[in-house]
Nanobody, 115 residues
Framework: QVQLVESGGGLVQPGGSLRLSCAAS????????MGWYRQSPGKERELVAT???????NYGGSVKGRFTISRDNAKNTVYLQMNSLKPEDTAVYYC?????????WGKGTLVTVSS
């Protein structure tokens, strides 16, 4: 069993920054990738960023240049540094991991960008 626990969400003003964390625990033997998706009300879940085990990263078009994904392998934790936040970044952010070829999801953390 694998658990993904997100933290770091909250309310921030436009132009501000937040850092999300996601810690993986449980039966972890091979993490192929970890990343973040987000979902706003009435919209489909969309890719924010993915970090592959080899170091390759992939970002959603709307966050390129503003968000940065990183990982602490020793802690099985992935981070998402979000800068220059916009109201349209408001969403529930979900951690995702590909472990041994299986996809796992966290429960999500809410990010609200509003003045």
């Amino acid at each position: 069993q694998v658990q993904l626990v997100e933290s770091g969400g909250g309310l921030v003003q436009p132009g501000g920054s937040l850092r999300l964390s996601c810690a993986a625990s449980g039966s972890i033997f091979s993490i192929n990738s970890m990343g973040w998706y987000r979902q706003s009300p009435g919209k489909e879940r969309e890719l924010v960023a993915t970090l592959w085990s080899g170091g390759f990263t992939n970002y959603g078009g709307s966050v390129k240049g503003r968000f940065t994904i990183s990982r602490d392998n020793a802690k099985n934790t992935v981070y998402l540094q979000m800068n220059s936040l916009k109201p349209e970044d408001t969403a529930v952010y979900y951690c995702n991991a590909d472990i041994g070829g299986k996809a796992f999801w966290g429960k999500g953390t809410l990010v609200t960008v509003s003045s």
